[in-house]
């Protein structure tokens, strides 16, 4: 038995963000935002339109996409760290608007790394027998909770989302490896203090802004470096598969320089990575989803190809995976 992706959609905002449009709101250039993260530009949220919208719009499409009707359906993943509301679950919000059969849903939390977490319990259920299609989806307004006065954070993300039907197939395909980690150690370099039941909120924690993201930008930065290109030769071997064999290299698009540094330590050249970090900027689990929508778009994954997925977030956590790829080019 094999578990591959049959179908993907994304849901994206039509508002566009700018370096240039960020320059009238902090103080920033155009030429420092792409030279340091290689973003130019990010898609905002309008307002009243929210995380669950744009999971709706991405499962549509991916339902579509695979050919089956929401009946077809035996779980909901949805990974975001930015749900509309605290609870209920997105997933619950997400399985009344596609109109599936009352099936499981449910949200978890991994940051940036929540798509390929989610991608993983897809795979074990279905190997388990507890399902034979699991709609998966990575979700975000990161817009929501960035702090517009903060120019080392803001810049960085946009909004987004992406979804994957993940199935079981008759034959020996699809997902060949996964590997996953967490440390919570580093979960203050990147984390929203506020609205937990640690800091409830009040006015206090809304006069220190503690409701928006803060980051040791450059601890994070040293440990996406390293730990995307261990996590990605981790699973590489564990599939028995060399970086030779591998066609498309889509990891977390944060920042370029992450990426590039990735690349080079799982020894993938940079003509096989698919980056499209420059349109979208950081959307969190949505990230590998839209890059994977993208890629096949593009032509640049075809059935039979090797493909190496990548992340991390925050936790902090981490998580890559190897898989054949079947879904036909469109």
Not at 182 to 199: H, K
């Amino acid at each position: 038995m094999g578990v591959v992706i049959s179908g993907l959609g994304v849901g994206i905002p039509q508002r566009v963000l700018t370096n240039f449009d960020l320059e009238k709101m902090v103080d920033t250039s155009d030429e420092w935002i792409r030279t340091r993260t290689g973003i130019r530009e990010r898609h905002i949220a309008s307002d009243g339109e929210n995380t669950s919208d744009l999971a709706t719009s991405a499962g549509k499409e991916a339902l579509a996409s695979a050919g089956l009707s929401p009946s077809d359906i035996d779980l909901i993943i949805v990974a975001t760290i930015t749900a509309d509301m605290p609870w209920p679950a997105a997933a619950c919000q997400l399985q009344q608007r596609l109109g599936t059969r009352l099936v499981p849903g449910f949200d978890l939390s991994a940051g940036c790394t929540g798509f390929i977490y989610g991608l993983w319990t897809a795979d074990q259920v279905i190997r388990a027998g507890g399902a034979n299609h699991v709609l998966v989806v990575g979700a975000d307004c990161l817009s929501r909770v960035v702090d517009w006065q903060d120019r080392a954070t803001c810049v960085l993300f946009g909004d987004g989302a992406g979804a994957a039907v993940v199935s079981k197939s008759g034959n020996d395909e699809g997902f060949l490896s996964f590997t996953l980690g967490a440390d919570g150690s580093g979960a203050p370099l990147v984390c929203l203090p506020g609205g937990g039941s640690q800091n409830p909120a009040s006015h206090e924690t809304v006069d220190k802004r503690l409701h928006y993201i803060k980051m040791n930008g450059a601890e994070v930065f040293r440990f996406a470096v390293r730990i995307m290109g261990e996590a990605a030769t981790k699973a590489l071997e564990l599939a028995g598969i060399s970086s030779e064999e591998v066609a498309c290299f889509v990891p977390h698009q944060a920042n370029y320089r992450i990426i590039e540094a990735a690349a080079k330590r799982t020894g993938i050249p940079m003509e096989k990575v698919f980056i499209n970090l420059d349109k979208y900027g950081n959307t969190s689990a949505a990230s590998i989803p839209i890059a994977l929508y993208e890629a096949r778009r593009e032509g640049r994954i075809n059935p039979g190809d090797t493909l190496v997925l990548v992340a991390f977030g925050a936790g902090l956590t981490w998580g890559a995976s190897v898989l054949r790829w079947t879904m036909p080019n469109g």
